[in-house]
């Protein structure tokens, strides 16, 4: 099934804080195993405010900082802003940390200052009241995929009329050293403000591409027939104008799971291979990626868990009359 309009929203602005740099160009660098004393968030937020905050927080709103400049900031009211962050391990060092302190000292010993990020939710509340989002604010913990679903939620949400004007991203904290999967850790965040075309051709902005998410379900224990049926479905539902993925156009984020074996058989040997992390940072930083490798041409980020969840995320480069040059393409010749 194809024909789904994917360029009533688009990227107008992108964020990307990890050690493995601060742009798009991060998607093609390796992951460091020991990321070190790369963020300072004196320099990245200020010297004061922001000390108390967990590192994934902190992330995220530098994150949101460089997307809403290169964006240009909200250009909606308040009430029309929403916010949507996925994340699989933000708390998870935290929560640790608690558990230790609650076994060997009591509660009474918490910090005031970091006990309310005990829930998930929190960790995008500081840059949404920094930036008076106030349409909507969600969190999505789906494993893996939870950064693109906040993308898939959001553009629907705003497709909707929930607001028009929209940030979404995810942020991720190294797992505790303890932890499975911590040699697969993700630090980091990236954020992408989305707005309506209509409203961003009419303050004469500049889009960057445009984002379409699906996804589904697989059980884990399904059939391999009954997985590659469904894979394949959701890979059909494309985005108007997208005859199906061209060569070398798809990054496939895949662990060594069963489901991501039959993503794979699905895709196909022609396709870029991103190791996935232990989060969901990894396929919306591919995503970005692929923004910036094919502005001129359509690209696809799909990504599978262990758990079951399987999404895909269509990259489709701007419409003409979103970008500066066809802008002056459409003003006409310039008056002598």
Same mark, same amino acid.
């Given at each position: 099934?194809?024909?789904?309009?994917?360029?009533?929203?688009?990227?107008?602005?992108?964020?990307?804080?990890?050690?493995?740099?601060?742009?798009?160009?991060?998607?093609?660098?390796?992951?460091?195993?020991?990321?070190?004393?790369?963020?300072?968030?004196?320099?990245? /937020?200020?010297?004061? #405010?922001?000390?108390? $905050?967990?590192?994934?927080?902190?992330?995220?709103?530098?994150?949101? !900082?460089?997307? /809403?400049?290169?964006?240009?900031?909200?250009?909606?009211?308040?009430? =029309?802003?929403?916010?949507?962050?996925?994340?699989?391990?933000?708390?998870?060092?935290?929560?640790?940390?608690?558990?230790?302190?609650?076994?060997?000292?009591?509660?009474? =010993?918490?910090?005031?200052?970091?006990?309310?990020?005990? @829930?998930?939710?929190?960790?995008? @509340?500081?840059?949404?009241?920094?930036?008076? $989002?106030? #349409?909507?604010?969600?969190?999505?913990?789906?494993?893996?995929?939870?950064?693109?679903?906040?993308?898939?939620?959001?553009?629907?949400?705003?497709?909707?009329? &929930?607001?028009?004007?929209?940030?979404?991203?995810?942020?991720?904290?190294? $797992?505790?050293?303890?932890?499975?999967?911590?040699?697969?850790?993700?630090?980091?965040?990236?954020?992408?403000?989305?707005?309506?075309?209509?409203?961003?051709?009419?303050?004469?902005?500049?889009?960057?591409?445009?984002?379409?998410?699906?996804?589904?379900?697989?059980?884990?224990?399904?059939?391999? =027939?009954?997985?590659?049926?469904?894979?394949? &479905?959701?890979?059909?539902?494309?985005?108007?104008?997208?005859?199906?993925?061209?060569?070398?156009?798809?990054?496939?984020?895949?662990?060594?799971?069963?489901?991501?074996?039959?993503?794979?058989?699905?895709?196909?040997? =022609?396709?870029?291979?991103?190791?996935?992390?232990?989060?969901?940072?990894?396929?919306?930083?591919?995503?970005?990626?692929?923004?910036?490798?094919?502005?001129?041409?359509?690209?696809?980020?799909?990504?599978?868990?262990?758990?079951? !969840?399987?999404?895909?995320?269509?990259?489709?480069?701007?419409?003409?009359?979103?970008?500066?040059?066809?802008?002056?393409?459409?003003?006409?010749?310039?008056?002598?």
């Amino acid at each position: 099934m194809t024909g789904f309009d994917a360029t009533e929203v688009a990227v107008t602005g992108i964020g990307v804080v990890t050690p493995r740099g601060g742009d798009a160009r991060a998607a093609d660098a390796p992951r460091p195993s020991t990321p070190g004393d790369w963020f300072d968030h004196r320099v990245e /937020l200020g010297r004061r #405010g922001y000390k108390y $905050l967990p590192p994934a927080a902190q992330y995220y709103l530098a994150a949101a !900082n460089r997307a /809403l400049a290169a964006a240009g900031g909200p250009a909606v009211p308040p009430e =029309d802003r929403g916010a949507a962050v996925g994340t699989n391990s933000a708390a998870e060092a935290l929560h640790t940390a608690m558990d230790e302190t609650i076994v060997g000292a009591g509660a009474s =010993d918490l910090s005031p200052a970091t006990a309310p990020y005990f @829930s998930i939710n929190l960790f995008g @509340s500081r840059m949404a009241m920094e930036h008076r $989002l106030q #349409g909507f604010n969600l969190t999505l913990t789906t494993p893996r995929v939870a950064g693109l679903e906040a993308v898939q939620t959001g553009l629907r949400s705003v497709r909707l009329g &929930r607001a028009s004007w929209l940030l979404a991203g995810a942020t991720e904290e190294a $797992l505790d050293p303890r932890d499975p999967g911590a040699d697969r850790s993700e630090v980091g965040a990236v954020a992408l403000v989305l707005e309506r075309t209509d409203l961003l051709r009419a303050r004469g902005g500049t889009a960057l591409g445009h984002l379409a998410v699906r996804s589904c379900y697989v059980p884990p224990d399904a059939a391999p =027939d009954e997985a590659r049926a469904r894979i394949g &479905r959701l890979l059909d539902e494309r985005p108007a104008g997208v005859e199906g993925p061209e060569p070398g156009s798809v990054t496939a984020v895949l662990d060594g799971s069963t489901l991501a074996r039959e993503v794979h058989r699905v895709l196909g040997p =022609d396709v870029r291979h991103a190791p996935a992390g232990s989060g969901a940072l990894e396929p919306l930083l591919q995503s970005v990626g692929t923004l910036h490798r094919r502005p001129d041409r359509a690209g696809a980020v799909v990504t599978a868990s262990a758990q079951g !969840n399987v999404a895909v995320c269509w990259v489709l480069p701007a419409r003409e009359d979103l970008t500066a040059a066809g802008r002056r393409a459409h003003a006409g010749p310039t008056a002598a």
